[in-house]
């Protein structure tokens, strides 16, 4: 069975921080790009940070970059988000997915290829 969970999230204050995880299982992570995408209400989805499949070349929403830092651990067939800085405007819930397509630009901006998506945790930033 092919499923991507989402976890760590919950409710910070503004400073804090939050690492959320995206467990694979039903395929290995390795041979995927995988993304973090965000939506919040009233808003479209958007792509937050990806990283590919083959070389590590990651990518960032410029309202993250600096906060944020997306990693894989192979063994683990799980990739993370390093969430810091956290600030209200990041309050959404956050999904992970896997596409086929190298591109890391191209599923952080177009959700290109995407075969796998997550349920999805939510992330709250208030005091």
């Known amino acids: 069975q092919v499923q991507l969970v989402e976890s760590g999230g919950g409710l910070v204050q503004p400073g804090g921080s939050l690492r959320l995880s995206c467990a694979a299982s039903?395929?290995?992570?390795?041979?995927?790009?995988i993304g973090w995408f965000r939506q919040a209400p009233g808003k479209e989805r958007e792509g937050v940070s990806c990283?590919?499949?083959?070389?590590?070349?990651?990518t960032s929403a410029d309202s993250v970059k600096g906060r944020f830092t997306i990693s894989r651990d192979n063994a683990k067939n799980t990739v993370y988000l390093q969430m810091n800085s956290l600030k209200p405007e990041d309050t959404a819930i956050y999904y992970c997915a896997a596409a086929g397509a190298p591109a890391v630009q191209a599923l952080c901006v177009r959700s290109f290829d995407v075969r796998y998506w997550g349920q999805g945790t939510q992330v709250t930033v208030s005091s």
């Open positions: 990283i590919s499949s083959s070389d590590g070349m990651t």
């Open positions: 039903g395929f290995t992570l390795s041979y995927y790009t």
